[in-house]
């Protein structure tokens, strides 16, 4: 049986390795983590851009909050969000 289109997103969203931002973040309680990103949106940040999305979202709050992406975060993460969904519909 064929996978939704649901099931297909879910899929692609799973195989994008997603963790956080700095390795030390898995050690800390969860309202003191900062940003769960893509391993290729966390590979094309630079080190100031890591440090102001983490900051950015410690400040926001603990377990569940959100914090909206700065404008370079947020492009990078549709682009690759774009990418995936371009790919998936060509490999279907």
């Not at 900051?55 to 370079?72: D, M, N």
């Not at 975060?73 to 969904?85: D, E, P, T």
């Amino acid at each position: 049986m064929a996978k939704t289109k649901g099931q297909r997103s879910l899929s692609s969203w799973t195989d994008q390795d997603w963790d956080y931002v700095t390795t030390k973040d898995k050690k800390k309680p969860k309202s003191k983590r900062g940003r769960y990103l893509p391993k290729k949106v966390r590979q094309g940040l630079t080190a100031s851009q890591k440090a102001a999305t983490n900051r950015k979202k410690r400040k926001a709050g603990g377990v569940g909050s959100r914090a909206e992406y700065s404008k370079k975060v947020a492009r990078k993460v549709g682009r690759l969000s774009k990418l995936l969904k371009f790919l998936d519909d060509k490999l279907r």
